[in-house]
């Protein structure tokens, strides 16, 4: 199989998958796949004030709303209101989803990503890219680290995220080296972590998703309802992460 084209396939996995009541669907998750350390002390700050949050967001093609019904539809997009709600101060996020874009590329372009946005919480999503174009998991690996430790040298707050779930996609490529590294180079930075994969690996094997073949408005329902539940439930980790960082 021609790997380039594999995010492709793993996203039409994804939405092919799509619940029989979309309308319906149960943002609930496994408390453990919620569960990470690390500190968000910039964030903390910000609730503490009262003073607005800026978040930028670092991503492929997911952050961008790919298989949305539109880029509002994106967790990026909705994350700003959940979060506000959440933390009862002012939140904007700028996202930055591209196609095909690993994790090293993204490290060349964080500092410039950075200093335009100027945030005090960088959420990364990142894994998907390496893992498909099989990257060795070691140089992935120490390319999150590079780009971990150069944010929190400019106090910048950092939240990873790992990649979707799909039974197609785990049968095609082990995502467990990647994931391994993430969780490595989050406790080693102090960084909390998404458990995206996670999360919807246990949306899958709780039977929540219906039989494949679905149209594709349904298919886009599908996926602005799971980008609207990981948006709430990464503005639940996010505030969870701060309350619990101590003041400084």
Not at 152 to 169: E, T, Y
Request: aromatic share 6%.
């Amino acid at each position: 199989m021609n790997r380039p084209f594999l995010p492709l396939l793993l996203l039409a996995a994804v939405l092919a998958t799509a619940p029989a009541a979309a309308g319906k669907f149960d943002c609930r998750a496994p408390e453990a796949a919620l569960e990470t350390a690390g500190e968000l002390p910039a964030v903390a700050a910000a609730k503490r004030a009262g003073t607005p949050l800026r978040v930028t967001i670092v991503g492929s093609a997911s952050t961008g709303g790919a298989g949305t019904s539109a880029p509002g539809k994106s967790y990026a997009a909705k994350l700003a209101a959940a979060l506000a709600r959440r933390l009862g101060i002012p939140v904007t996020v700028e996202a930055h989803g591209r196609r095909g874009w690993g994790s090293e590329a993204m490290v060349e372009e964080m500092p410039d990503i950075v200093a335009a946005d100027e945030p005090q919480l960088v959420i990364w999503q990142t894994g998907t890219v390496d893992a498909v174009r099989e990257v060795a998991p070691e140089q992935f690996g120490a390319a999150l680290l590079k780009g971990a430790e150069a944010l929190k040298r400019a106090r910048v707050d950092l939240l990873l995220m790992d990649m979707q779930f799909s039974p197609i996609g785990a049968r095609l490529i082990d995502f467990g080296p990647y994931l391994d590294y993430m969780n490595w180079v989050a406790a080693g930075t102090a960084s909390p972590i998404f458990h995206r994969h996670a999360v919807m690996r246990a949306w899958t094997e709780e039977d929540r998703f219906g039989a494949p073949g679905r149209a594709k408005a349904d298919q886009q329902a599908y996926a602005d309802h799971v980008h609207a539940c990981i948006a709430e439930l990464l503005a639940r980790v996010i505030d969870d992460v701060q309350a619990a960082t101590p003041a400084r």
